[in-house]
């Protein structure tokens, strides 16, 4: 079982930026694929951003220029930097983790945007 903890949300101000951090545990194996998800009140989940164990990475458009996912596999981690931060970027974002055919999610950490 895979356990994956969110950290690094907050409140920010339009302009602004927020790193946030994801730690993986619970298994001896590494995800395959990490990535950041985020659901705003009302609306569905969706992409962010996500990583491969050997770096390939793929964003949503809409995040394509302003966010930056990185990974350290030795520290089983995954990060997000937001830069250039919008109101409509307020969302409760969401580590996500495959592993082989498994999804595994965090709880998510609240990203408030204020304008």
């Known amino acids: 079982q895979v356990q994956l903890v969110e950290s690094g949300g907050g409140l920010v101000q339009a302009g602004g930026s927020l790193t946030l951090s994801c730690a993986a545990s619970?298994?001896?194996?590494?995800?395959?694929?990490m990535g950041w998800y985020r659901q705003a009140p009302g609306k569905q989940r969706e992409l962010v951003a996500t990583?491969?164990?050997?770096?390939?990475?793929n964003y949503a458009e809409s995040m394509k220029g302003r966010f930056t996912i990185s990974r350290d596999n030795a520290k089983r981690a995954v990060y997000l930097q937001m830069n250039s931060l919008k109101p409509e970027d307020t969302a409760i974002y969401y580590c996500?983790?495959?592993?082989?055919?498994?999804?595994?999610w965090g709880q998510g950490t609240q990203v408030t945007v204020s304008s």
């Open positions: 996500n983790g495959l592993l082989g055919s498994v999804n595994y």
């Open positions: 619970g298994s001896r194996f590494s995800l395959n694929v």
């Open positions: 990583i491969t164990y050997g770096g390939r990475t």
